[in-house]
């Protein structure tokens, strides 16, 4: 079973803003990051680290933690965001060097 | 521009091995700061972290394959693979190869995916 909890689904309308939590142990140790996965896709990386984008990633994709959990906000959603979203982090116990969430569906509507 | 590219048999019998290699090309695989390992998703499911090699040797995998994976490295052919014994419908699923990077301050990402392969558990 997962270590990190994700909401199943998230629905926003378009131009609005939306947050997608992840919630577990090891966020209090390790930042989570965050992928973006299309249907057919290979994931893609949004966010990592306290809140950082890779090249070509636009600025409406940001980050946030607190205590155990990490947040990804979409600040004017797009209908291109409609996606799977996961999170993943290290974990502090040995038994899991790195884990997902569960995933979120996020539906722009 | 780095690039991962997956290949092996897209069908597998039961209880026989599943063995996947991933070509990397546009940078070395033995570069520090970086593990190369493997992600699976069973269809309609979610993302499995399953394993990864660091710096061709320390190797960690999910508890919940360790008795069955094995991961590793030829640098020879800037290639590495994965190899999972004894398997059953579970683990059909697509399978992502993928470079993880880990920065100065600890924090880590996987910033490079192959485009998957699907893999077929069936006789």
């Known amino acids: 079973s997962s270590e990190l909890t994700q909401d199943l689904a998230v629905s926003v309308a378009l131009g609005q803003t939306v947050t997608i939590t992840c919630q577990g142990d090891?966020?209090?140790?390790?930042?989570a990051s965050w992928y973006q996965q299309k249907p057919g896709q290979a994931p893609l990386l949004v966010i990592y680290?306290?809140?950082n984008r890779p090249s070509g990633i636009p600025d409406r994709f940001s980050g946030s933690n607190s205590g155990n959990t990490a947040s990804l906000t979409i600040t004017g959603a797009q209908a291109e965001d409609e996606a799977d979203y996961y999170c993943?982090?290290?974990?502090?116990?040995?038994?899991?060097?790195?884990?997902f969430g569960g995933g979120t569906k996020l539906t722009v509507l | 521009q780095l690039q991962l590219q997956e290949s092996g048999p897209g069908l597998v019998n039961p209880s026989e091995t599943l063995s996947l290699t991933c070509t990397v090309s546009?940078?070395?695989?033995?570069?520090?700061?970086?593990?190369w390992g493997w992600i699976r998703q069973p269809p309609g499911k979610g993302l499995e972290w399953m394993g990864n090699?660091?710096?061709?040797?320390?190797?960690y995998y999910d508890p919940s394959l360790r008795s069955r994976i094995t991961i590793s490295v030829d640098t020879s052919k800037n290639q590495f693979s994965l190899k999972l014994n004894s398997v059953t419908a579970a683990d059909t699923a697509a399978y992502y190869c993928?470079?993880?990077?880990?920065?100065?301050?600890?924090?880590?990402?996987?910033?490079?995916w192959g485009p998957g392969i699907s893999v077929t558990v069936s006789s």
């Open positions: 993943n982090s290290r974990d502090s116990s040995a038994n899991h060097p790195w884990v």
């Open positions: 546009g940078g070395s695989i033995t570069t520090t700061r970086h593990y």
């Open positions: 090891s966020l209090k140790t390790y930042y």
């Open positions: 680290g306290k809140n």
């Open positions: 993928v470079r993880t990077s880990s920065t100065s301050g600890g924090i880590t990402l996987i910033d490079y």
């Open positions: 090699i660091y710096y061709g040797e320390t190797t």
